[in-house]
């Protein structure tokens, strides 16, 4: 079966140090890979996806960036961290081809910046 | 602009009775609609999904209902249980190449009572 982890599970970090939340799935091959925010109170908002190994698209211009070094590896990251960062990071994965919609989320990431 | 809504944040069932949870949406191309359910400082756990060609989709106590022409689905959970207290998250997404981007509402709060 396939399971998916993150780590850390909570981080708190001071304004204007880098960020490093990683992602892996185990169980399925070429996966699609997703980062969401879910702010306080608010839904969950798509950050990046990859449908690929290198291949990285964002949804929303911000401070983070995303990285997909291997198959089922997924990095999210920033350089300067900002107060408006915190939140609370989720990883999910889908199949890839054939279609599929449902996604499968990991634990989740508590990152609080100060 | 939100395409997917909940709005009702927050419900209240007594246990044994009927819950129903309710989601509008705006986008016409969404084609494939998911319910997933999130306890506190979790990521949030597939429930059941319905594909636009279908107006009903049944997985045991959980029934999702699909009205495209009010745009509208609905996720029935009878009987309603105490584990069932979480939050419910609908998504939509759209037909598209590559990984499919979904598109969340802001969540209702589900509390079943003894």
């Known amino acids: 079966s396939q399971t998916i982890h993150q780590w850390p599970a909570t981080l708190v970090q001071p304004v204007g140090s880098p960020l490093s939340l990683e992602c892996t799935v185990e169980g399925t091959s070429n996966p699609n890979l997703y980062w969401y925010r879910q702010a306080a109170g608010r839904g969950l908002q798509l950050l990046f996806y990859?449908?690929?190994?290198?291949?990285i698209s964002s949804e929303v211009p911000q401070n983070l960036s995303a990285s997909r070094p291997q198959d089922r590896q997924f990095i999210l990251s920033s350089k300067k961290l900002l107060l408006s960062d915190s939140g609370f990071y989720l990883c999910?994965?889908?199949?890839?081809?054939?279609?599929?919609?449902?996604?499968?989320f990991g634990p989740g990431t508590r990152l609080t910046v100060l | 602009d939100q395409q997917v809504k909940q709005n009702s944040p927050s419900l209240s069932v007594q246990e044994g009775r009927i819950s129903i949870l309710n989601c509008d949406y705006t986008?016409?191309?969404?084609?494939?609609f998911l319910w997933y359910k999130k306890y506190p400082a979790e990521g949030p756990t597939f429930l059941i999904s319905i594909s636009s060609i279908k107006d009903k989709n049944e997985d045991g106590r959980f029934t999702v209902f699909l009205n495209k022409s009010a745009k509208h689905l609905s996720l029935h959970i009878v009987p309603s249980q105490p584990g069932d207290s979480a939050v419910y998250f609908c998504?939509?997404?759209?037909?598209?190449?590559?990984?499919?981007?979904?598109?969340f509402g802001q969540g209702t709060r589900l509390t079943i009572n003894p």
């Open positions: 990859s449908v690929g190994i290198g291949q």
């Open positions: 998504a939509a997404s759209a037909r598209k190449q590559g990984a499919q981007k979904l598109v």
């Open positions: 986008n016409s191309m969404f084609d494939y």
């Open positions: 999910a994965w889908s199949e890839g081809l054939p279609r599929t919609d449902t996604q499968y």
